[in-house]
């Protein structure tokens, strides 16, 4: 007799603002396409709500665990406070789990009419944007009024 396998545990941030509508429709298909025969997700507290409650980087210590234990997180737009000094929660999440490529794949698809499908371009690429560093690494100095000077630091690895 063969037991049905555990399921991959994914931590979930529905995020704010249009993100838990997106996030709905997203588990939907999913469920749809039979992914939770495979898959499990937890539900994690980050975001708005968070920074509201006075915790600056916009993620409980639960949900920093949860996401850990899982090793994967599967999360919404999140908004980032306007003004105080608060950080991206998207920045902060990149810096604290070395998310350090954002690998974007454009492809043309059959049926959806773009400008490129117009003008007969089909496109197939790949662009990966390095994520954490460079001009995401904040160091910052205003030096009149009028002038700031931003520091852009790559490391080797």
Do not use: W
Not at 31 to 60: I, L, P
């Amino acid at each position: 007799m063969s037991s049905k396998p555990t399921p991959h545990l994914i931590a979930l941030a529905a995020g704010d603002g249009i993100g838990p509508e997106i996030m709905q429709a997203t588990l939907d298909l999913f469920r749809e396409a039979k992914v939770h025969d495979h898959v499990d997700f937890v539900n994690v507290e980050m975001g708005k709500s968070v920074f509201d409650k006075g915790d600056s980087r916009g993620m409980t210590d639960s949900a920093i665990r949860t996401t850990e234990d899982c090793g994967i997180l599967f999360k919404g737009p999140m908004e980032t406070p306007k003004g105080g000094g608060g950080k991206s929660i998207n920045v902060s999440l990149r810096k604290m789990f070395n998310a350090y490529a954002n690998f974007r794949h454009f492809k043309t698809l059959p049926g959806v009419t773009t400008v490129y499908s117009k003008a007969g371009i089909n496109l197939d690429m790949t662009i990966v944007r390095e994520n954490i560093e460079d001009t995401y690494g904040a160091v910052e100095h205003l030096q009149t009024h009028d002038v700031a000077q931003c520091r852009r630091f790559t490391t080797r690895p």
